[in-house]
């Protein structure tokens, strides 16, 4: 596509949206002049869809007409709450049903699947992570190393940028699995970098760790909801995601993970067991022995009940991307926006900043990160207060994500115009 810097080109674009009806289904923040804010921060919190305020006050009311009868009479039972997820999710992240659960936080989860596949020997006990990684990332796994008695500076490598770089090559990550093959017990990277807005080639990191019997795990927090995913057939063996970004699920919402239908039906893995990881027909054995019979599914890592108020806003953000007609449109639709924006964000030509993300746009998702050359903060409180919603990581990076199921192109070009004059 040409683009062109005529205002008149964005509402033309919006105009033949596919999508843009979607915008209505969610509730757009207004700036202190009453207007809807340019909300570009959905990859740090999504908006809220509309028709999440009925969900969940449905489960309040269950709550107060049915009290612990709501388990199994509500109209979708607590008790098996989570499996009204799990197609819709499967669908979103490239899943089979049985390969995904809902469930906890990312950070917990992550632990849940290190606990089970990082099994480090005296030859295999390294990991392999991307720098910068999110920091709860490497908490996460520097707590696990630790936890084995290793020392995070002997069994953790980084893939890093170049020298004058902000994105990691793809091919300096294959080059790191080619060496430490033999050492690596685990390559844990992002699916979409939270810094950069770099969109990692997964099936491609994927492939180059088998052959080594090196397990593959993935953070799909920047990813979930923002580019198309296909788990199961690029063969990852687990990945954890939160949803309360690019899937707008809310603050607290409930998290998600796979495992790759290989391990999820593989019964006799070590995980941390809770009660309902296990098998329903003998959960509620009280009365004898307990012995832990794992569920032959992703289920089998699930700790505790379902949390029904993190859980319900997600049912009603799965179904507006359902209804969008999954990930394939509104990556269609996000290439061009993403796309725009770094065109317009070109001819501006400012001298003040610079976008790190990679110009490629089979590497990265919606966001562009800008860096600011001098004084990063003034800059986003100058935008902020022309209306704009974006966010800042340290040093000095201000991150801008126009996001397929609510922001226009007409947005685009107002907050390149703001830009401009700043």
């Known amino acids: 596509m040409t683009f062109s810097t005529d205002e008149q080109f964005a509402a033309q674009l919006d105009c033949e949206d596919p999508l843009r009806n979607f915008r209505e289904n969610f509730h757009l923040p207004l700036g202190k ?14 908006l809220m ?44 992240v490239g899943a089979r049903p049985l390969e995904v659960i809902c469930m906890n936080s990312l950070t917990v989860n992550l632990h849940l699947m290190m606990a089970t596949f990082y099994r480090p020997t005296k030859s295999r006990f390294k990991i392999l992570m991307e720098e910068p990684a999110f920091p709860s990332d490497t908490y996460a796994i520097k707590a696990q190393i630790a936890h084995h008695g290793l020392d995070p500076r002997d069994a953790l490598i980084l893939a890093r940028p170049r020298k004058s770089e902000f994105a990691v090559k793809g091919e300096d990550i294959i080059d790191l699995i080619e060496e ?23 099936a491609k990191i994927t492939a180059a760790a088998k052959p080594h019997g090196i397990v593959i795990g993935f953070d799909l927090a920047h ?15 687990f990945a954890v995601w939160c949803s309360y970004k690019y899937l707008n699920a809310g603050p607290g919402a409930v998290a998600g993970a796979f495992v790759h239908e290989r391990h999820a039906t593989n019964t006799q893995l070590p995980r ?22 794992p ?77 600011a050359h001098m004084h990063p903060k003034d ?11 974006c966010d800042f990581r340290e040093p000095n990076v201000i991150r801008v994500a126009p996001t397929p199921l609510y922001n226009t192109f007409h947005e685009v070009w107002r907050f390149a115009r703001i830009l401009a004059e700043h």
């Open 379 to 389: 800059l986003l409180n100058e935008l902020e207060a022309s209306g704009v919603k």
């Open 223 to 237: 990813a979930a909801g923002n580019v198309p995913l296909a788990l199961h057939d690029w063969n990852v063996d």
């Open 180 to 202: 430490n093959g033999d050492q690596l017990a685990i390559v844990m990277m992002a699916g979409v970098n939270f810094f950069t807005g770099q969109l990692f080639d997964i």
């Open 33 to 46: 002049n009453g207007k809807p804010l340019i909300y570009f921060a959905g990859n740090s919190l999504g």
């Open 272 to 293: 941390l067991a809770g009660w309902f990881g296990n098998d329903p027909n003998t959960r509620f054995r009280l009365h004898l022995e307990p012995e832990f019979v």
């Open 49 to 92: 869809p509309k028709p999440t305020r009925a969900i969940v006050e449905e489960e309040l009311d269950n709550w107060a007409t049915l009290g612990v009868d709501a388990h199994h009479a509500a109209g979708t039972p607590w008790y098996t709450y989570h499996q009204a997820l799990r197609e819709p999710t499967a669908r979103l």
């Open 295 to 371: 569920v032959a599914s992703a289920d089998g890592w699930q700790i505790s009940n379902p949390p029904i108020f993190s859980m319900a806003p997600l049912r009603a953000s799965l179904a507006v991307f359902d209804d969008a007609g999954g990930m394939e449109p509104l990556r269609t639709k996000s290439v061009s926006l993403t796309g725009y924006l770094e065109f317009l964000l070109a001819e501006i030509g400012s001298k003040k900043f610079t976008v790190i993300t990679p110009r490629n746009r089979d590497e990265r998702g919606c966001q562009l990160s800008i860096l």
